[in-house]
C-alpha cells in the first residue's frame, strides 16, 4: 500500500435537473440490466451488479462491497440504521470476513455505526477525514488507521482498487474508490444521479468541485458510478453532467 500526498473543498440543496432523468434512467437500466436482485435479511435491498461487486439500498442510502477470495472490501454511506442488515447482507453472499472499510469522506451521516465491522477490519480515508472523525469522537465511528494523501491502492486476495483524494467538492477530504477490473467507481455524495448537487450545506467549495469532476474525467476510467444515494448508480456521463450544473449553480444560474 502507498501512501502519497494531495488536497480539495464543499457544497449542498438538492434540486432536481429536467432532462437529466432520462439520461439516469438509460444509464441505470445499463447497470441494472447485469443485475439480480433479491431481498436481503432484513429491510434493505441486496444487488449483484458486477461480477464480485454488490451494493446494498436502505431507504435512500447506499453502500457496496467487493468479494475477494482474502475477504470483504466495503465503503461507508450505509446508515447507522442499516448497517445491521448490511452485514447480514454481506454475510449472505460470502463467509469472507470484512477486511477493510473505505470511507470516502468524513461527514458523520455515512460512517456513524461503522464500528460494526471493527471486529475484523481496518479502517481507510484521506489523511483529513481521519483526523475530523477522530476530533468528533463517536466510538461507533472508527477512526481510520490507514490513511493517504493523493492515492494508495489496497489489494486484498488478488484484487487490487486505487483510491484517489479528488481535491474539495462536497467535502475537503473526499476520496473515490476505483476497481480498475471492472471498470467500477464509487464517489460518494458528490455526483448525483438523476438529480443537483448540494452546493449550500458549510462544507462545500463549488469551484473545486468544478476541477475535482474535470480531474475524474481526464484521469479515471470507469463504465459504472456509483454513488451513496438513490438512484444509486450511473455512468461517466453524470460526471460530466455534474460538472456543467455545478458551474452554472455557482455562478448563480441555476
Ligand atoms: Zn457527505
Not at 501512501?3 to 438538492?14: F, M, P, S
Not at 432532462?19 to 444509464?27: D, P
Not at 475477494?68 to 447507522?80: L, N
Not at 469522537?137 to 472508527?142: K, L, R, W
Request: aromatic content about 8%; hydrophobic content about 40%; glycine content about 10%.
Amino acid at each position: 500500500m502507498g501512501h502519497l500526498g494531495g488536497t480539495v473543498t464543499r457544497i449542498g440543496t438538492l434540486l432536481l435537473l429536467t432532462g437529466w432523468g432520462s439520461i439516469a434512467a438509460q444509464t441505470a437500466g445499463t447497470a441494472t440490466g447485469q443485475s439480480k436482485q433479491k431481498a436481503s435479511p432484513a429491510a434493505g435491498a441486496l444487488t449483484k451488479i458486477l461480477e464480485d461487486v454488490y451494493e446494498y439500498r436502505y431507504g435512500a442510502v447506499s453502500a457496496w462491497f467487493i468479494v475477494t477470495d482474502g475477504g470483504v472490501i466495503t465503503t461507508d454511506h450505509m446508515a447507522e440504521s442499516g448497517l445491521p442488515a448490511f452485514k447480514a447482507a454481506i454475510a449472505s453472499v460470502t463467509d469472507k470476513p470484512v477486511r477493510y472499510v473505505i470511507y470516502s469522506h468524513d461527514h458523520a451521516d455515512g460512517v456513524t455505526g461503522y464500528r460494526i465491522f471493527a471486529d475484523t477490519a481496518k479502517y481507510v480515508s484521506h489523511t483529513r477525514a481521519a483526523a475530523k472523525i477522530a476530533a468528533r469522537g463517536n466510538a461507533s465511528a472508527p477512526v481510520p488507521t490507514i490513511t493517504f494523501d493523493d492515492h494508495m491502492q489496497i489489494e486484498l486476495g488478488g484484487k487490487v482498487l486505487d483510491l484517489y483524494y479528488v481535491g474539495r467538492n462536497h467535502a475537503d477530504n473526499m476520496i473515490v474508490t476505483l476497481y480498475p477490473a471492472r471498470r467500477f467507481l464509487v464517489a460518494i455524495d458528490f455526483v448525483p444521479v438523476n438529480g443537483l448537487p448540494r452546493l449550500s450545506i458549510e462544507d462545500s467549495y463549488p469551484d473545486e468541485w468544478v476541477t475535482s469532476l474535470a480531474w475524474i474525467e481526464r484521469n479515471l476510467d470507469f463504465d459504472v458510478l456509483a454513488q451513496g444515494h438513490t438512484p444509486a448508480r450511473g455512468t461517466n456521463e453524470n460526471v460530466t453532467r455534474t460538472r456543467e450544473c455545478v458551474r452554472t449553480a455557482s455562478r448563480g444560474k441555476c
